[in-house]
């Protein structure tokens, strides 16, 4: 079936380390987005590509780094320099066309210890 | 920038009774519209979307959502909610920001239906 993969779907990890999330995506969609979700602030953007080897900073983007590498794969690093990592992790991608809505994996929770 | 408010961070309602949610953005230039649904612990689901055309969308599940561009709302409605429809919701803009397509989420909505 297509769809949005995100790996690991829970992920512990101790405070100054780095951790990858994955996001992989069969739909041949050319945009992906990485959001952060905390209680009672929505969803905010933290990196976003609309085409391979390219990427733009969102709104939270300090602390996170990503990589563009293949099209269906967008790739997150919460890196030791993001004061509070501990969230809910939501990936998206949607077709190029300005009209076209996101499609959502089913999220990665990471808890900094 | 945009920005999308949904000023109601809850919303309890009886069940088979109406519900609206409201949303409202922050821009009358060229923007698409929509409307997710989020439950516990998983992604977002697409209801509706506003694209262009007429100002009355219906989506899944017996949604549907007005655009109204004077007033820049895109409020949600339902006539009778149903225990299943317990869960977030999030209205959503995507716009053009430089050349690149930006898409700015509300802090959502907590919809609880009552028995």
């Known amino acids: 079936d297509g769809g949005i993969t995100q790996s690991p779907k829970y992920l512990f990890r101790k405070e100054g380390q780095n951790v990858t999330l994955s996001c992989e995506q069969n739909l041949n969609h050319d945009a992906m987005y990485w959001y952060r979700q905390d209680p009672g602030q929505g969803l905010r953007l933290i990196y976003y590509?609309?085409?391979?080897?390219?990427?733009q900073k969102g709104d939270i983007a300090e602390g996170y780094s990503v990589s563009r590498e293949k099209k269906e794969s967008f790739p997150l690093t919460v890196t030791s320099a993001q004061k509070n990592p501990t969230a809910f992790y939501l990936c998206a991608s949607s077709p190029g066309l300005a009209s076209g809505e996101l499609f959502f994996g089913e999220g990665s929770r990471l808890t900094v210890l | 920038a945009q920005s999308v408010t949904q000023l109601d961070s809850q919303v309890p309602v009886f069940e088979e009774a109406p519900v609206e949610l409201r949303c409202n953005y922050s821009?009358?230039?060229?923007?698409?519209l929509f409307w997710y649904v989020q439950y516990p612990n998983q992604g977002l689901q697409l209801l509706l979307k506003y694209l262009s055309g007429s100002t009355l969308v219906k989506g899944i599940n017996g949604f549907e959502a007005e655009f109204n561009k004077s007033q820049t709302s895109f409020h949600l409605r339902k006539p009778s909610v149903h225990i299943s429809d317990t869960a977030e919701y999030f209205c959503a803009v995507r716009y053009n920001s430089g050349g690149y397509q930006k898409v700015t989420f509300g802090t959502g909505t907590k919809l609880q239906v009552i028995p």
């Open positions: 821009s009358s230039v060229s923007v698409y």
């Open positions: 590509s609309q085409i391979v080897n390219d990427f």
